[in-house]
C-alpha cells in the first residue's frame, strides 16, 4: 500500500491523480476554472489557481444551474472534537471566495453529535465546549451573515425531521461501506449518516459541498438516494491536504500537536515551532545548499506558501528560482513564513473576539 485516504485516517504520500481514479471523481479543469472566471467576473483566488481544489462531482452542472438562474448553495461543517489548526480553516476561506462571488446561501453545520457518538474519550458537554470556540474561528473568517447559517445539530432539533426520510432510504451496508461499522458501534453512529445528508436537503437545489477530499465518502451515500427522495445530488470541490510541519506526505493532524499550527496559539510560540519543527528541501549545510540549490518539492515550508501564505505568484515564483540557484538559505525562508504566519494569526485573533458578539446573528437554530 503506497497511500490510503479514509474519512478517519491519511496514511502515505498520497498521490492525487490517483485518487481520482480511485474515488470516481472528476478532474478540476482548466476549463471548469476559466468559466468559474468568468461567472464570478472576477480572477480566481490561489486555492483555485494553484490547484489545491483539483477535484470535483458535479461542478460542471453547479455551474449550469447558476448560469441558468436555477442557483444553488454551499453547505460545509466541522465536527468539534478540539481546537482548529491551519489545515481546518483553508477550505473555509476557498468557501467564503465561492458564497461572496456567487452570492448564495451557506449553510454550515457542526457536528456536536457525531463527534460525541465517534470519539469514545469526549463527553457531550466537551463537543458543545469546542463547538463554541470553533465557531468563533469560523466567523472570524468573514463569512456575510445575511447569507450565512450555522447549526449545532444538538440545538437544531428540526434536523432529526428532515433525517427521517433519510433513514429510510439507507442501507445498513451502504453506512457500514462507508463508516466501517462492526458488532460493537454503537445505534447513534449507524443513524448519524442521515443527519450528515439531511443539509444537503435544506434548499430544493443542488447544494455544493467545498471540503478535504478524504470527506468525499460521507456523500457518496447521499448521492445514492437523493433523487429518490426529489432532491439534488450533493456536488463537491475537493481540496488536497494542508501538510503538517513535519512531513509533505499527510495532513496537517491535530493528534500530534508539533506537526500543527493551531488557530489560537499565540503568535510567538507558532513561530517558535516553525522554527524548530518544519521540514525544509535544504541541504545539508549552507556550502551544499549554495553549491546545489534547494528543493522546494520536497519542503513543507514552500508548500505552505503556495498553499496559503504567498498571496504573490510571482514573489512565490521568484522564491522557487532563488531556492533551485542556492541563492536563498532555509532559515531566511523559515523566517519569511513565520512572519507570515504570525500576522495571519495576530489578524484572525483579533476576529475571533469580535466573533464573539457575532454568534447570535451566525446561529441558526428555528426553522427553514
Ligand atoms: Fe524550502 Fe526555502 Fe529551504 Fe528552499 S530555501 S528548501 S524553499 S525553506
Redesign the pocket.
Known amino acids: 500500500m503506497e497511500f490510503e485516504v479514509t474519512p478517519w485516517e491519511v496514511k502515505g504520500v498520497v498521490d492525487y491523480d490517483k485518487l481520482i481514479k480511485e474515488f470516481g471523481t472528476a478532474p478540476l479543469t482548466e476549463e471548469l476554472l476559466e468559466k468559474t472566471k468568468e461567472l464570478t467576473k472576477s480572477e480566481l483566488p490561489l486555492y483555485f489557481r494553484r490547484k489545491f481544489f483539483f477535484s470535483h462531482r458535479d461542478y460542471d452542472l453547479v455551474l449550469k444551474d447558476y448560469e441558468e438562474g436555477r442557483g444553488f448553495f454551499l453547505y460545509t461543517g466541522r465536527g468539534p472534537s478540539g481546537p482548529m489548526h491551519i489545515g481546518h480553516i483553508v477550505p473555509f476561506f476557498a468557501t467564503k471566495w465561492l458564497q461572496e462571488k456567487f452570492g448564495v446561501n451557506l449553510y454550515i453545520q457542526i457536528t456536536d453529535d457525531e463527534k460525541f457518538l465517534f470519539k469514545p474519550n469526549l463527553t457531550f458537554e466537551d463537543t458543545k465546549r469546542w463547538a463554541y470556540e470553533n465557531i468563533l474561528d469560523i466567523i472570524a473568517v468573514g463569512f456575510d451573515p445575511d447569507k450565512t447559517f450555522i447549526f449545532q445539530d444538538s440545538e437544531f432539533t428540526k434536523i432529526y425531521e428532515m433525517a427521517i426520510p433519510i433513514a429510510k432510504k439507507v442501507t445498513y451496508s451502504m453506512a457500514r461501506a462507508v463508516f466501517g461499522f462492526n458488532e460493537q458501534s454503537k445505534i447513534g453512529m449507524i443513524f448519524y449518516p442521515a443527519i450528515q445528508a439531511a443539509p444537503t436537503f435544506f434548499e430544493k437545489r443542488r447544494s455544493l459541498i467545498p471540503a478535504a477530499i478524504d470527506q468525499d465518502p460521507y456523500w457518496r451515500i447521499q448521492r445514492d438516494f437523493a433523487e429518490s427522495l426529489g432532491y439534488y445530488k450533493a456536488a463537491a470541490l475537493h481540496s488536497k491536504f494542508v501538510p503538517g510541519l513535519i512531513s509533505l506526505g499527510g495532513k496537517m493532524s491535530a493528534s500530534k500537536p508539533e506537526t500543527a499550527i493551531y488557530l489560537t496559539d499565540d503568535p510567538e510560540e507558532a513561530g517558535r515551532k516553525i522554527w524548530k519543527y518544519?521540514l525544509?528541501?535544504?541541504r545539508a549545510t549552507a556550502k551544499e545548499?549554495r553549491e546545489k540549490g534547494?528543493?522546494?518539492e520536497?519542503?513543507v515550508?514552500?508548500k505552505w506558501l503556495e498553499i496559503f501564505f504567498e498571496e504573490d505568484d510571482k514573489a512565490l515564483l521568484e522564491?522557487?528560482h532563488?531556492?533551485k540557484n542556492g541563492e536563498?538559505?532555509?532559515g531566511?525562508?523559515?523566517r519569511y513564513?513565520i512572519g507570515k504566519v504570525q500576522n495571519f494569526l495576530k489578524e484572525h485573533q483579533k476576529k475571533r473576539e469580535e466573533a464573539k458578539k457575532l454568534v447570535e446573528k451566525f446561529k441558526y437554530t428555528g426553522k427553514l
Open positions: 518544519a525544509t528541501g535544504g545548499q534547494g528543493q522546494p520536497k519542503c515550508v514552500f522564491r522557487y532563488a531556492c536563498l538559505l532555509c531566511e525562508c523559515k513564513l
